[in-house]
């Protein structure tokens, strides 16, 4: 996690810098800082606990044209001024996104060499060992980095600024994301686009093992043996304004919003209704490849295993390929049993969960094909699976994953019809009509969008509540974990999701007329199941919300709230009452006044194990 940003030219640094840092705060708002040099060539550090706006009040006026600047996420040592970045050893600060694994050691030898540390992060040692190295060897900023991270164990995307060169800034990256933006007479350093698009559009993403030097008219990025790398510059196809709240009040809401767009976004080109088929050009694997897949190993977190079980159950269901879900960080340290025959897909829409990406990894180890489901162009895993499928749900800045977790679902649809198709499992007729109801969507989406009133309302009545349950079950049991998800990260509600026939097995001991229970109960061949299960959680004194179809006539008399959700083919319903579950979440922490685009101990993407 944190942000990390960095700048050289002609504009105010202070203002660029801060700026850019506000864009990142969904990396982490523990404690934000800025080194500059101010006019004479000096360098100024300053740092506070809290968020941007709280480091912008204390920042004095200042001619600094160089700096770097970061936001935290506390990994190690408390989130206070002192631990806050940059960290400074002589004329080097330094800001870091990552950890480093042995810094212990490092900060022992370094204290038995005279260093001073006065902070409790793993970052400061990197600092000290720079300046170290830069002490032995004067003159060459970039050699005495590269010379300190040859002995540094763990991620790193790093910012380097000295006064002893005032003219340049350097960089380097391994396993935590990093960009160069380049302008006119100007370039900027980031962990992430949003930070520079208000500058430039023209981006060079950063490999892992890469360092870069930054100056105003140049960059030149170099391995860490030194040697020169060409790199190609991409343009961003999304502007600031795809980046901004564009009148909401939150990101959350706006993004919850665009799912409409976004749906169809992950649709576009990619639907053959008269041929009954889905195209994936970016696939590299043949029909024979898929009849030959034995079993798919899906590894993701949070919200993205939730997309993942939602997948379980239609590869099952509708390829008959055994499907396996697993936490990325459960997977990496199990002993996996993987076969070539094994697709192992990851889904991230960082495409940087440190865990996903060091499952994907292993699974290469063993031989697998892997697919990686992602939103994010560029992201490190993108570089890593062997064959990639981008979501398109375009920028998301709430740390609750919305939009990119609808899209990561409709992306799951089409690849296993692709499946099913090129395995015969399912004829073109079935294909053809499931893709126009699919088309279907996005205008079910705006339905519920225009209702919400009803979901806030029923947001509000519960919204003291001090535990909640969500059931579901078969396709619509992934959405009811998901709506736990969603509710106790933003309105730190404790929630907790169950397969519905679960309930009787233990937590109906927790059901009380103090807690609501969501059931997501479309219709479908578990329908009477789940009507038993809400007859159950009644009969206990639960207040039951009921997530049904408009043109169910009957459910309404067992529970104490419907909101409903427009008719669609059962197989698709996770894709409507996402969205319930999604605005449920955002009203009940809107009226508990929690900070639902960042909420506490959380950020938007988990870079560290
Ligand atoms: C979702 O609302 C969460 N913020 C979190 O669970 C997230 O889904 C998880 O950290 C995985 O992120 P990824 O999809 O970027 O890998």
Redesign the pocket.
């Known amino acids: 996690m944190c942000g990390i940003v960095g700048y050289i030219g002609e504009r105010d640094a202070v203002s660029v810098l801060i700026e850019s840092l506000k864009k990142l705060e969904y990396r982490g708002y523990d404690s934000a800082g800025l080194a500059l040099l101010d006019g004479k060539g000096k360098s100024c550090v300053f740092k506070t606990e809290g968020e941007i706006s709280r480091l912008e009040s204390i920042l004095p006026e200042l001619p600094a044209r160089i700096g770097i600047g970061h936001t935290r996420w506390a990994t190690h040592g408390k989130p206070n001024t002192i631990n806050a970045h940059p960290h400074v050893s002589g004329s080097i600060s330094v800001v870091h996104n990552g950890i480093i694994e042995n810094y212990l050691e490092l900060k022992e030898s370094l204290e038995s060499e005279g260093f001073v540390f006065v902070s409790d992060t793993d970052t400061e040692v990197l600092a000290h060992l720079i300046n170290k190295y830069y002490l032995k060897n004067p003159g060459d900023l970039a050699i005495a980095i590269r010379s300190a991270l040859g002995e540094v164990r763990g991620s790193y995307a790093l910012s380097v600024l000295s006064e002893e060169h005032p003219h340049e800034l350097i960089a380097a990256r391994k396993d935590s994301p990093l960009i160069l933006g380049l302008g006119e007479h100007e370039n900027f350093i980031a962990s992430d686009i949003p930070a520079i698009l208000k500058y430039t559009n023209r981006v060079i993403y950063m490999e892992n093992l890469e360092m870069v030097r930054v100056k105003r008219d140049s960059v030149q990025v170099f391995d860490l043996d030194g040697n020169p790398r060409f790199k190609e510059e991409h343009i961003i196809p999304w502007n600031l304004e795809a980046a901004e709240k564009a009148g909401y009040p939150h990101f959350m809401l706006k993004e919850i919003h665009e799912q409409t767009n976004s749906i169809h976004e992950t649709l576009a080109g990619r639907l053959q209704e008269l041929e009954g088929d889905v195209i994936f050009d970016e696939l590299d694997l043949d029909k024979e490849q898929i009849q030959n897949i034995h079993r798919i190993e899906i590894i993701?977190?949070?919200?993205?295993f939730n997309a993942g079980l939602l997948g379980k159950y239609l590869f099952e269901g509708l390829t008959g390929i055994h499907t396996d879900v697993d936490n990325g960080s459960e997977f990496r340290y199990s002993n996996p049993v993987l076969t070539p025959s094994t697709l192992v897909i990851a889904?991230?829409?960082?495409?940087?969960?440190a865990d996903?990406l060091a499952a994907v990894r292993e699974a290469t180890s063993y031989g697998c094909t892997t697919l990686a489901i992602t939103n994010v162009v560029g992201s490190t895993i993108s570089r890593e699976a062997s064959n990639i499928i981008y979501t398109r749900a375009g920028p998301e800045i709430g740390?609750?994953?919305t939009k990119?977790f609808i899209s990561q679902l409709v992306v799951l649809y089409l690849l296993v019809i692709h499946f099913a198709r090129a395995r015969s499992m399912m004829d073109a007729d079935r294909v053809g009509k499931l893709l126009s109801e699919l088309r279907k969507i996005p205008g079910h989406v705006s339905r519920i969008l225009e209702d919400k009133e009803n979901i806030q309302k029923c947001a509000s009545r519960f919204a003291e509540s001090k535990d909640y349950f969500f059931i579901g079950r078969n396709i619509n049991y992934p959405i009811a974990l998901e709506g736990a998800?969603?509710l106790k990260?933003i309105s730190y509600i404790h929630a907790e999701g169950y397969a519905a026939g679960e309930l009787k097995h233990g937590p109906l001991a927790l059901i009380s007329e103090d807690v609501p229970v969501v059931a997501i109960a479309p219709q479908g061949h578990t329908y009477d199941k789940i009507l038993s299960n809400i007859k159950e959680v009644k009969s206990r004194d639960a207040s039951v919300i009921a997530i049904a179809d408009s043109d169910d006539g009957e459910i309404a008399k067992y529970v104490d709230v419907v909101l409903t959700v427009p008719k669609t083919d059962f197989i698709l319903t996770p894709l409507l009452t996402t969205v319930v579950v999604q605005l449920l979440a955002y009203y009940t922490a809107l009226e508990r006044n929690c900070s639902i685009d960042k909420p506490r101990n959380?950020a938007?993407?988990?870079t560290v194990e």
């Open positions: 993701a977190c949070g919200t993205s889904i991230t829409q960082s495409g940087e969960t996903t740390v609750a994953a990119s998800l969603k990260e959380l938007k993407s988990v």
